[in-house]
T-cell receptor
Framework: GIQVEQSPPDLILQEGANSTLRCNFS?????LQWFHQNPWGQLINLFY???GTKQNGRLSATTVATERYSLLYISSSQTTDSGVYFC??????????????FGQGTILTVHP | NAGVMQNPRHLVRRRGQEARLRCSPM?????VYWYRQLPEEGLKFMVY????????ESGMPKERFSAEFPKEGPSILRIQQVVRGDSAAYFC???????????FGPGTRLLVL
């Protein structure tokens, strides 16, 4: 199956700092999504971004499909950004049916 | 426009009992995916359903687990004769199509005593 690797595994920031999270994947994809799992365990959709660049407030994401990676940028981080960030992909091809394969996540801790 | 709904949010069962987890997709979505997040592990795909059909159950354990998505009503993930290793968070996601954004519910936290 497709492999999804996220880096770094852990990240500790002071409030106000910027950060970049990376997601590498081993095969062509139909779909790539970024999620934030908050401390209460809820999975929040951040971006649907199989290619290109998108921005939403302090967050932006870029996927370079031809090079099989995606980046999530967090600017001016806040304590509420703490949690686990997951990248998930749907492998291109006839039998994936859209199922997502998740990376292991990046644990982000933002200190005040 | 309500999001994906799951209930119960928390479920406690004793070993050997049955667990029934429910998922109501977003309005207009006919594609439902179930994922499981075991402690200290990532999220893993379990099963993909469309109305009245199981399309892909390649991630489902071979025994004790079943899923359905009837014509009317929510999708159900059923775990028979639960064991402690079934303790996990179970997430449901829905989408309007196979290759479109999946929206996740809040999850059901199952604890088996």
């Amino acid at each position: 199956g497709i492999q999804v690797e996220q880096s770094p595994p852990d990240l500790i920031l002071q409030e106000g700092a910027n950060s970049t999270l990376r997601c590498n994947f081993s095969d062509s994809v139909n779909n790539l999504q970024w999620f934030h799992q908050n401390p209460w365990g809820q999975l929040i959709n951040l971006f649907y971004i199989p290619s290109g660049t998108k921005q939403n407030g302090r967050l932006s994401a870029t996927t370079v499909a031809t090079e099989r990676y995606s980046l999530l940028y967090i600017s001016s981080s806040q304590t509420t950004d703490s949690g686990v960030y997951f990248c998930a992909v749907d492998k291109a091809g006839g039998t994936s049916y859209g199922k997502l394969t998740f990376g292991q996540g990046t644990i982000l801790t933002v200190h005040p | 426009n309500a999001g994906v709904m799951q209930n119960p949010r928390h479920l406690v069962r004793r070993r050997g009992q049955e667990a029934r987890l429910r998922c109501s997709p977003m309005k207009g979505h006919s594609h439902v995916y179930w994922y499981r997040q075991l402690p200290e592990e990532g999220l893993k795909f379990m099963v993909y359903l469309q109305k009245e059909n199981i399309i892909d159950e390649s991630g489902m354990p071979k025994e004790r687990f079943s899923a359905e998505f009837p014509k009317e009503g929510p999708s159900i993930l059923r775990i028979q004769q639960v064991v402690r290793g079934d303790s996990a968070a179970y997430f449901c996601a829905s989408s309007p199509g196979q290759k479109e954004t999946q929206y996740f519910g809040p999850g059901t936290r199952l604890l088996v005593l």
